[in-house]
T-cell receptor, first 108, second 116 residues
Framework: DAKTTQPNSMESNEEEPVHLPCNHS???????IHWYRQLPSQGPEYVIHGLTSNVNNRMASLAIAEDRKSSTLILHRATLRDAAVYYC?????????FGTGTSLTVIP | DTGVSQDPRHKITKRGQNVTFRCDPI?????LYWYRQTLGQGPEFLTYFQNEAQLEKSRLLSDRFSAERPKGSFSTLEIQRTEQGDSAMYLCASSLMTFSSYNEQFFGPGTRLTVL
């Protein structure tokens, strides 16, 4: 199983950018990197995914290191609704391994 | 609301009893996944179906756990002879697997099981 390492927790001020790092040094060359988040008392929800190049969508950006051993999820302007646990998930086929994620606190 | 529903939302049972949870996926989704989540941990993959076929079940926690998706629509997860260690949130997710689009998983709200 590909393993990931994420900080247990991070804080950000509201309306400031947040960079959430993830190390996935055992990822294989064809594994996508997925990011999901889980708001309090809800199931996880999709944020973004990528393979090699950087990716942008309406929620976030994903910066993937050239060696693919790490990636960074970027929330450009954190809002209070972004307070959640963020999971970095290497795609090892049809199974997701969530790990413990990073709990993001957004300070008003 | 993601469109994935789970029933019941909460279940309290006594040790040794059997419990069954139901998941109704988004109607056109061909894949359905079950996860377990304990406090402070991320969801733990248990099993998944493509239509009615159970393609992976080696991650089911013991032979007391079983899952079915008989007609390729709703699914049930059964735990026999429950133990206190089975207390957790059980999450269901569904996705539309195609080769041309991203296989995003949509999660339900979960069923919280408490075993006394």
């Amino acid at each position: 199983d590909a393993k990931t390492t994420q900080p247990n927790s991070m804080e950000s001020n509201e309306e400031e950018p947040v960079h959430l790092p993830c190390n996935h040094s055992t990822i294989s060359g064809t594994d996508y990197i997925h990011w999901y988040r889980q708001l309090p008392s809800q199931g996880p929800e999709y944020v973004i995914h990528g393979l090699t190049s950087n990716v942008n969508n309406r929620m976030a950006s994903l910066a993937i290191a050239e060696d693919r051993k790490s990636s960074t999820l970027i929330l450009h302007r954190a809002t209070l609704r972004d307070a959640a646990v963020y999971y970095c998930i290497p795609d090892t086929g049809n199974q997701f391994y969530f790990g413990t994620g990073t709990s993001l606190t957004v300070i008003p | 609301d993601t469109g994935v529903s789970q029933d019941p939302r909460h279940k309290i049972t006594k040790r040794g009893q059997n419990v069954t949870f139901r998941c109704d996926p988004i109607s056109e989704h061909n894949r359905l996944y079950w996860y377990r989540q304990t406090l402070g941990q991320g969801p733990e993959f248990l099993t998944y179906f493509q239509n009615e076929a159970q393609l992976e079940k080696s991650r089911l926690l013991s032979d007391r756990f079983s899952a079915e998706r008989p007609k390729g629509s709703f699914s049930t997860l059964e735990i026999q002879r429950t133990e206190q260690g089975d207390s957790a949130m059980y999450l269901c997710a569904s996705s539309l697997m195609t080769f041309s689009s991203y296989n995003e998983q949509f999660f339900g709200p979960g069923t919280r099981l408490t075993v006394l």
